[in-house]
């Protein structure tokens, strides 16, 4: 998962600039239809057949690996449309696979290599499912790499009996949220053996989250072996566990992005030349050992279009697919 705002994208509305298509590198994480989704990961299935529709039609949709060489050679259409997902969620199989198969349009997926074959959800699901998916009251004290954090609600308050439209990333309407907000932070920059041991502490204070939905899983490894050999997605790098890699000393980055390759290529049973920054979180040091590593090129989470000009190969900016039909898509590849 990953997002950062753009201020140049808000302005761009105001001010296009040059006209015509630019191109771009698209960010899903997962095609399902959600009852709520604070981080905005899902497209539905149908936005993204009406979004793959309206590639066909208006754009020339290449793999990432096709799009970042024509990109360096400077013989990138300007209509170039690349799609990229991450994490690895099994709906990518199960819905995103098949439409993208059908359309004749290829992607690559960044894969958390240490999720593949676990039962249980990702942590910010699960942590959402602890937290925001309940009206119960809850009284805890607890630290996540020695900071403290308390969760304390009692009653509902009347916005969590519904939160559609919320975004995590907005102000908090409520205690509930406010804690789930401060949570994650805590937990996203906690090294990983901290992220478990806070998971562990919550699910047994907060009385678990209950059976996780189905399509919440990562893919098995026979699964993710079996997308690798059918072609339709290349297999990228986006490290072991995921965690924010400027939290981490610069050897421990180092492992997080080669072990991922490793295994990535394992799985993939070929070279893994692309990575994607977990959050789309990086620094000096994690962009040295993208490239020592061996990638040939690493995908950020800034929302904008690709720029021949300002060509930065461990850098590549990506636009977050809305979950909208393909006239949303199509605005939202006009305002990057
Ligand atoms: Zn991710």
């Known amino acids: 998962m990953g997002r950062l705002g753009s201020l140049k994208r808000r302005l761009r509305r105001f001010w296009p600039g040059r006209a015509g298509p630019r191109p771009v590198i698209l960010m899903y994480h997962r095609v399902a239809d959600l009852p709520y989704d604070p981080w905005q990961l899902a497209v539905t299935p149908a936005h993204f057949e009406a979004q793959l529709e309206e590639i066909r039609r208006t754009r020339t949709p290449l793999d990432l690996a096709t799009f970042v060489a024509r990109l360096a050679a400077g013989t990138l259409p ?3 449309v690349a799609l990229s997902f991450d994490d690895g969620y ?3 199989l199960r819905a995103a696979e098949p439409r993208l198969a059908a359309a004749g349009i290829p992607a690559t997926l960044f894969l958390t290599t240490s999720a593949v074959g676990r039962p249980e959800p990702f942590w910010w699901d699960e942590l959402a499912h602890l937290i925001l998916d309940r009206t119960d009251g809850a009284d805890l004290d607890l630290t996540v790499a020695a900071e403290p954090c308390r969760l304390r609600f009692a009653e509902p308050e009347p916005p969590d009996r519904d939160r559609r439209g919320w975004r995590a990333w907005e102000a908090a309407r409520t205690r509930r949220e406010a804690g789930y907000q401060a949570l994650w932070r805590l937990i996203r920059d906690a090294p990983p053996s901290e992220r478990e041991r806070a998971m562990t502490v ?8 209950g059976p996780a939905r189905a399509d919440e899983r990562a893919m098995t490894a026979e699964e993710v072996r079996g997308m690798a050999r059918r072609g339709t997605f290349a297999i ?5 566990s995921h965690p924010a890699l400027p939290t981490l000393a610069p050897a421990a980055q180092r492992r997080e992005i080669a072990d991922g390759k490793l295994a990535a290529e394992a799985l993939a049973g070929r070279p893994v030349e692309g990575f994607a920054y977990p959050y789309g979180a990086m620094d000096e040091s994690a962009r040295r050992a993208v490239a020592e590593s061996g ?4 995908c950020s989470t800034v929302g904008t279009a690709v720029s021949g000009r300002r060509f930065e190969r461990y850098a590549l900016p990506r636009i977050a697919a809305p979950d909208g039909d393909g006239g949303a898509l199509a605005r939202a590849l006009a305002a990057g």
């Open 78 to 80: 300007r209509d170039a």
């Open 90 to 92: 099994v709906d990518n």
């Open 202 to 209: 919550l699910r047994t204070a907060l009385g678990g989250a």
């Open 236 to 240: 990228g790098g986006h490290t072991v």
């Open 295 to 298: 990638f040939a090129w690493a």
